[in-house]
T-cell receptor
Framework: GAVVSQHPSRVICKSGTSVKIECRSL??????MFWYRQFPKQSLMLMAT?????????EQGVEKDKFLINHASLTLSTLTVTSAHPEDSSFYIC???????????FGPGTRLTVL | GDSVTQMEGPVTLSEEAFLTINCTYT??????LFWYVQYPGEGLQLLLK?????DKGSNKGFEATYRKETTSFHLEKGSVQVSDSAVYFC??????????FGPGTRLSVLP
C-alpha cells in the first residue's frame, strides 16, 4: 500500500491566492522531507529540503518567501504556494526520507493550476 | 557534481518488443542506482535498484545491472506491454546526499 499521501491531488486556484499542499508519511517517521516540482515532460527538480523542527533549505533560484515549507512533525509536512501565479502551475511532489534508508518514496503528487 | 544521462525519448515500441533504455552516470564515490517509473498523472514509483557494482535489480520483468566500469545502469525488458507505457527515470544517490535524477524517457507501447 501507499506509504506517502498528498492532499489535494489536484487544485485549481485564481492568481494571487495561496494554496497549501499536505504530505504525510504513513508508514515511517521522516526526519527529512524533500519537495520537488516537475514541469510537463521534464524531470523532477528539487525545490527544498526540510528537517523536522527546523527551517527548510532551499535550492538556488527557489523563493523561500513564496514556497513556505513547514515540517512540524515526523509524519507531516506542508508546502504553501503564496500569491500563486500562472507560472507556478506545476506538479508538486513530496518525498519523505526514512533515516538510514537508501530507497526514496514519493508522494503521488499534486497538480496545481493557477488561472 | 553528480549527474545522470538518459537516452532521449520518446521511445515507441510495439507490444512484445524488446526494450532498452540507456542510462549513464557521473558520480563520486559509490552511489546506489535506481530506476523509477511515472505513470500518467501519478507520482514516481520505485521500479528497481542496485546498491553496488555488478548487482542486478529486477522487478516486473525489468532488469538493470550496475556496471561500474562503464558507469551505466541500462534498463531492459524482454517483452513490453501496453501497460508499460510511462516515463522512466534513472537516478543515483550517494549515501547521505540527495537523489540526482535523469531527464526521463517516455515510453509508448502500441498494441
Amino acid at each position: 500500500g501507499a506509504v506517502v499521501s498528498q492532499h489535494p491531488s489536484r487544485v485549481i486556484c485564481k492568481s494571487g491566492t495561496s494554496v497549501k499542499i499536505e504530505c504525510r508519511s504513513l508508514d515511517f517517521q521522516a526526519t527529512t522531507m524533500f519537495w520537488y516540482r516537475q514541469f510537463p515532460k521534464q524531470s523532477l527538480m528539487l525545490m527544498a529540503t526540510s528537517n523536522e523542527g527546523s527551517k527548510a533549505t532551499y535550492e538556488q533560484g527557489v523563493e523561500k518567501d513564496k514556497f513556505l515549507i513547514n515540517h512540524a512533525s515526523l509524519t507531516l509536512s506542508t508546502l504553501t504556494v503564496t500569491s500563486a501565479h500562472p507560472e507556478d502551475s506545476s506538479f508538486y511532489i513530496c518525498s519523505p526520507d526514512r533515516a538510514g534508508g537508501d530507497t526514496q518514496y514519493f508522494g503521488p503528487g499534486t497538480r496545481l493550476t493557477v488561472l | 557534481g553528480d549527474s545522470v544521462t538518459q537516452m532521449e525519448g520518446p521511445v515507441t515500441l510495439s507490444e512484445e518488443a524488446f526494450l532498452t533504455i540507456n542510462c549513464t552516470y557521473t558520480a563520486t564515490g559509490y552511489p546506489s542506482l535506481f530506476w523509477y517509473v511515472q505513470y500518467p498523472g501519478e507520482g514516481l514509483q520505485l521500479l528497481l535498484k542496485a546498491t553496488k557494482a555488478d548487482d542486478k535489480g529486477s522487478n516486473k520483468g525489468f532488469e538493470a545491472t550496475y556496471r561500474k566500469e562503464t558507469t551505466s545502469f541500462h534498463l531492459e525488458k524482454g517483452s513490453v506491454q501496453v501497460s508499460d507505457s510511462a516515463v522512466y527515470f534513472c537516478a543515483l544517490r550517494n549515501y547521505g546526499q540527495n537523489f540526482v535524477f535523469g531527464p526521463g524517457t517516455r515510453l509508448s507501447v502500441l498494441p
